[in-house]
């Protein structure tokens, strides 16, 4: 579900009436935009992340509430105006889109984290790719966000990081590497591994796993640990898990994954009965037939408009879109290319996956401190022996945290308006 130019053109639309209020109000304010829309990671219900830098003794919410309601830029009942939160928000419904937005005030973290994801992605060319596919799985299990029990997109960015750059048989930094490999890596690393009791994530520096009793030494107001430890690159003594209290749910569905994927590429696979009907990818991330003709307004509408604000895209610098290969592929495979041909899904391939796999690094802490050695272990029904997956059975596998598949996007249903020409009507509430 990568970015196509028609979206960041209906993005860049919001954004910029969002900024014609706000410069009315203060015209030397300066609006500046981070988060995943900034880096061009983000999906289609994704929202938008704002700053406003300006001379204000405090951050002046109710006054620009006022302005966006008088302006009726955001739907009357979605304004919200978090002034109590640690970081003081305003949260909107754009009117005519109904792209979730968020506003803050002189906060700088937001937007040197981007710039500092950004880096990464030029240095590792397959990290963009790898994290669309991991969003668009949790996201579908409501688990993309600390407040539905998953945990954030800036702790799921920094723990690809660390497993591209602690991996132990690959270069990363390469873009032929094989897609495929490196996501069940990823999902076998994090979902059965890596040792969450005891082992941080450290991303400076080159990246390290470092156990957790030297991370507290380092931490502020007296904080712990927390269950998912990754140090903030950009703030010491910050625990960017901290609120991540849903982080071993996200644990059982990365592991979940790995054993459909494994499965996916075994002999065995041929004998599935739905070889013919779902792809592989397609037995961990489906996409619901509402967002694919959500997808098809926006192209209809906003597809004349791509080139609408030439300084946001250079504000934004948003990377060339990418397809994904999920349920919709078959409808745009004439209009776009398929994810399938650069996630290979060289998952077909992916048998040569070695023992000494990603996960293994970990062990520069001990083997103790690791769940597994890295040499032989068995999954349900599935054995991983030498350099070759060696499936027993299917097995009667069911996704853990029930439920969680079916409903992904329920706070994202997108209504009909009287004022809204030619929205699917699949998307009306």
């Given at each position: 579900m990568s970015p196509r130019p028609e979206e960041a053109a209906m993005r860049r639309e919001v954004v910029k009436r969002i900024e014609t209020v706000i410069k009315d109000l203060w015209p030397t304010a300066d609006v500046q935009i981070f988060g995943s829309f900034s880096t061009g990671l983000y999906l289609p219900t994704s929202d938008i992340d704002l700053v406003v830098f300006g001379k204000w003794e405090r951050p002046p919410l109710q006054l620009l509430e006022q302005a966006l309601r008088k302006h009726n830029v955001a739907e009357p009942y979605s304004i919200k105006v978090l002034d109590k939160a640690t970081v003081p928000i305003i949260k909107l419904t754009d009117q005519e889109t109904e792209v979730k937005v968020d506003i803050s005030?002189?906060?700088e973290t937001g937007v040197k984290a981007a710039r500092f994801i950004k880096e990464y992605m030029k240095k590792y060319s397959l990290l963009p790719y790898l994290i669309l596919v991991l969003k668009?799985?949790?996201?579908?299990?409501?688990?993309n966000e600390v407040f539905t029990g998953g945990i954030s997109s800036y702790s799921l960015i920094l723990m690809a990081i660390s497993f591209l750059q602690l991996h132990p048989r690959i270069d990363a930094r390469r873009a032929d590497e094989n897609l495929g490999m490196l996501l069940i890596e990823f999902f076998e690393l994090y979902g059965r591994n890596f040792n969450y009791l005891k082992t941080g994530i450290r991303i400076k520096n080159g990246g390290a796993y470092i156990a957790k009793?030297?991370?507290?030494?380092?931490?502020?107001?007296?904080?712990?640990?927390?269950m998912l430890c990754i140090e903030d690159p950009l703030l010491p003594g910050n625990d960017v898990g901290r609120s991540s209290y849903g982080a071993m749910q996200v644990k059982q569905v990365f592991d979940y994954a790995y054993i459909v994927l494994s499965h996916a590429v075994s002999p065995l696979a041929r004998s599935y009965p739905n070889r013919d009907s779902e792809s592989t990818l397609g037995r961990i991330i489906k996409v619901t037939q509402e967002v694919i003709d959500y997808r098809a307004w926006i192209k209809k509408k906003w597809g004349s408009k791509i080139n609408l604000s030439p300084e946001l895209d250079n504000?934004?610098?948003?990377?060339?879109?990418?397809?994904?290969?999920n349920g919709e592929q078959q409808q745009n495979r004439d209009s776009e290319p398929s994810y399938n041909q650069h996630l290979a899904l060289s998952l077909a391939s992916t048998q040569q996956l070695s023992s000494g796999s990603s996960a293994s690094s970990v062990s520069s802490l001990s083997s103790s401190d690791i769940q597994h050695s890295g040499m032989k272990f068995s999954m349900k029904g599935t054995h991983y022996q030498g350099n070759s997956y060696s499936p027993v059975s299917s097995g009667g596998m069911r996704q853990p945290v029930a439920n969680r598949g079916h409903h992904q996007y329920n706070r994202n249903?997108?209504?009909?308006?009287?004022?809204?020409?030619?929205l699917p009507?699949?998307?009306s509430r």
């Open positions: 005030f002189n906060v668009q799985f949790l996201l579908q299990r409501d688990l009793e030297e991370i507290m030494k380092v931490m502020t107001n007296g904080y712990r640990p927390s504000r934004l610098k948003i990377r060339d879109p990418i397809a994904l290969c249903i997108w209504r009909r308006k009287k004022h809204r020409d030619s009507i699949s998307l």
